[in-house]
Structures are given as C-alpha cells and as structure tokens.
C-alpha cells in the first residue's frame, strides 16, 4: 500500500491510538507526537508525508505550530490536516490562513479522515511534467517550480495547484463549486469560502510580480485566469 509517513500532533492518547489504527490499517506509516515539541523531534529525523495537527494542545497551539512549519523551507510543502473541535467559521479560515490544506472538525470517522487524507495526498501528487506560460509567469510542473524572469515564486502547496489549475485553463471563468471540484478533489469536504481564502493567498504571492492582476474575480460567477 502506500507507506507514506503521517505525523499526528495530538495531546490526547485516545484520539492518537484511534488513528494509528485507521491508519496503519490503510497500510500508512504512523508517527505520534503528543506535543509539538515530540513533533518538532520526529520531523527532524524525517520529513513526514503529511501532517494530522490538533487545533488544541498544550503549550503551542496547532495553528502556531502549522504557522511554524509554513514557515519553514523543510516542512513548507508537507500538506497538513487540522483537527478541530472548533466549528465556528472564522476559526476554520484562521486554520487555513495558517497554511493548513483542510481540516476535519471533532468528532469524526476514521473513514471521514481517511478520505479527507487520501484526496490530500492525491491533489499533492498530481503532477504530470509539463512547462505552463502565462503573463510572464512559468510553472514547471515536473520540479514544482514557479518562476517570473529569474525569480523563483514561494507559493504554498494549495496555492501551487490553484496556480496550476488556473495556467492550465486560461481565459475560462470557473466557479467556487467548479475550483472545489478541479483542484480541492470531490471528496474534499471543504466550503467554497476556503476558494477566496486561497485565492487571496495566491494574489499575494504574484502581487510582487504585478501578476496579482492575472487572477481575476468575476463578479457573481467566480474566477478567470487571464492576461
Ligand atoms: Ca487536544
């Protein structure tokens, strides 16, 4: 199966052992850390697939700690799902804000979370090796890269699909619900507020460039890519 390594950042043993469970029964390797201390030591020795990371532990948060290894050229790229208890709107869009890629709210099913991993991984790893030209920028898509003339562009992994997406299909004008489906997967359970969250994120990566521009919002139907 697919071997790859997950780090769950959870304080609470319970909740831990459930997962190793759903996890090592889908053939995933489980790494447990109960702090982010125990966490920033298992990352270190290896740089896990993706990361579990529970809103609410003790001393650093998980949204501190996501906004750490956001931060961090190592850990940068590692998709990471928040666990949240949390339902309330603007708590989830901090969440993500911080550079979590989605987030599975308390209680959930093993199954519910396995998906939710599964379509993560699967939208990480949908790279098919070509070279995308749009208004000056250039993705290569088989070394991840994001260029305007000689800069290299530090985009997070969401917005890099979104990128991709958009210089896939440009002059096209897509809805919420369509880019949900295109670059988040189907089985994503995520609202369409998280596309303008994103769609920010990635406006302020290109705004440097004056690329910001080329992410258009069209007013009642969503967003165009276009020079
Ligand atoms: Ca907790």
Redesign the pocket.
Known sequence: MSGKRILVV???QAIREMIGFALRREGYHFIEAGSVAEAEDAIAEQVPDLMLV?W??PGTSGVEFVRHTKRDELTQDVPVIMLTARTEEDDKIVGLDAGADDYVSKPFSPRELIARIRAVLRRIGSADGQLLEVGGLAMDVDSHRVTYGDSNLDLGPTEYRLLQFFMSHVDRVYSRTQLLDHVWGRSAFVEERTVDVHVLRLRKALAPYGCDKLVQTVRGAGYRFSV
Do not use: I, N
């Open positions: 959870e304080d609470e529970d609410m532990l």
